[in-house]
């Protein structure tokens, strides 16, 4: 069996490994990057329109270009390379490092021996198990990412007459590709009462091309028996099924565009803990997980919205790799937790001494809300958000100046919330 020895082991050659792994390898430590797919870029390949890159290129460019220009980045670098190749195994050794194991078809059984791994696996789709919906199951039920790789990748057009579930931002680049391949998307329906999905790509890929979005509607029931005949839609009523005003449209196509679930079976596997508000790693604030030297970045931490910030934060875990590789850690953290109107934050603890960012979605949809940054229960910084909505991440930077006039203790807590305004 084939043994390498290394400084650093990413796993997932997508947006978030590329970034981690060129970070570390710029350093000289000794990095792999392992693929499971035959090449690097992950669910950037699939996405062939363009919103990527406008934070960390200054461009506006397609999926596969943002791909290109950090694989470019990795083959001018030392990191070794691994595509075709699976982790699917990882163990803790006494000495503290970890032992992992990928499988490949070109290279057989690889064993990683490493001081330290960042996981960067990504996430994958919903599917309509998880979400339950009644009737048949017949042939043309489709996840809208599965759809999207069949359209752009494979060359496959998964129907003709098309009805989409959940508007969160695939189902809305879907809603639109659909209808170049000259397809009709006769509706979007999403059960929430606001779209889950950027609001520019609701005007570009929903009110462009006049597909109908039916907000607090569900698909309530799959007609069929070979192939998808009809759906049921059926609107909500203070959150209840309305099944009186249930109508029905002809399709032969249903795309499930109904979240997304970060990957972590290898976390799970070696132990690491999960946050349940992300499904991701809770990691401290050198995004470190609950395993010592076990880091983690990108969708498989938690859900991104763009790829920027995957690329920013991956950068991150790698620079704090970097320090922990030299042995330096934080002299202190505090715990930071959401408040009112805040689902979750990432990472779950910082370092009051250095500048970070911190990542956090919101609960509400808001045209005129204030973020309020509290340690020990006393506003130390608020900032107007003039928009906020569930589907569209808050970044925020923390500067060690919020804290210089608040008394620091081993209890301090820090803690975000948002208001609406009157
Ligand atoms: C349809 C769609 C449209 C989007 N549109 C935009 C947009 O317009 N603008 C924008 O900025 N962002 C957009 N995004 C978001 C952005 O593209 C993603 O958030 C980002 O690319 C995710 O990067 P990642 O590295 O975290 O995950 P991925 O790209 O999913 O990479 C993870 C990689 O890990 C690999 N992997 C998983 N498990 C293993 C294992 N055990 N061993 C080896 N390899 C493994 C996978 O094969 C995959 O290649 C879009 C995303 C989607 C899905």
């Not at 943002?66 to 030392?78: C, G, N, T």
């Not at 309305?242 to 002809?250: A, L, S």
């Amino acid at each position: 069996m084939r043994t390498e020895q290394i400084d650093a082991l990413v796993i997932g050659g997508g947006a978030a490994g590329m970034s981690a792994a060129a970070t570390i390898s710029a350093a000289d430590f000794s990095t792999a990057l392992v693929e499971r797919e035959d090449e690097l870029g992950g669910v950037l390949l699939q996405c062939i329109h363009n919103g990527f890159g406008l934070h960390e290129f200054k461009e506006e460019l397609t999926g596969p270009e943002y791909a290109e220009r950090w694989v470019r980045k990795i083959e001018q670098s030392e990191v070794k390379t691994f595509c075709g190749t699976t982790v699917m195994e990882m163990n803790l050794l006494e000495d503290g490092r970890k032992e992992c194991f990928g499988y490949s078809p070109q290279h057989g059984v690889i064993k990683f021996v490493t001081r330290t791994v960042v996981l960067t696996m990504g996430c994958r789709e919903r599917n309509r198990g998880n979400v339950m919906i009644p009737g048949t199951r017949p042939a043309g039920v489709y996840t809208a990412g599965l759809a999207q790789r069949l359209v752009n990748m494979n060359g496959y057009i998964p129907g003709k007459e098309v009805v989409i579930v959940g508007s969160g931002d695939i189902g809305l680049i879907m809603a639109r590709r659909m209808q170049w391949v000259g397809s009709k998307v006769h509706a979007v329906v999403e059960i929430q009462p606001y779209p889950s999905g950027l609001t520019r790509n609701i005007s570009q890929c929903l009110n462009d091309f006049k597909i109908p979005l039916y907000l607090s509607h569900v698909v309530s029931k799959i007609y069929g028996k070979e192939r998808v005949e009809a759906v049921d839609i059926t609107p909500l009523k203070n959150g209840v099924p309305d099944h009186e005003q249930t109508f029905q449209i002809k399709c032969d196509t249903l795309l499930l565009s109904v979240g997304l679930i970060p990957e972590n079976e290898l976390s799970k596997q070696v132990g690491i803990e999960l946050n349940p508000l992300t499904n991701g790693p809770t990691v401290d604030s050198m995004l470190m997980t609950s395993i010592e030297g076990v880091f983690s970045a990108g969708n498989v931490l938690h859900v991104h919205d763009l790829v920027d910030f995957v690329s920013a934060e991956a950068r991150l875990a790698g620079e704090n790799v970097i320090d922990y590789l030299k042995g330096v850690k934080p002299d202190r953290e505090l715990p930071i937790k959401p408040g009112a109107n805040i689902r979750y934050i990432n990472p779950t603890r910082i370092n009051p001494d250095v500048n970070s960012e911190i990542y956090m979605r919101p609960l509400v949809v808001s045209n005129n809300a204030r973020l309020k940054i509290m340690v020990n229960g006393e506003v130390v910084k608020q900032q107007k958000k003039p928009h906020v909505q569930p589907s569209e991440m808050i970044k925020l930077k923390i500067s060690p100046k919020f804290f210089k006039d608040v008394e620091l203790t081993p209890d301090s807590r820090v803690e975000v919330t948002l208001q609406d305004e009157p």
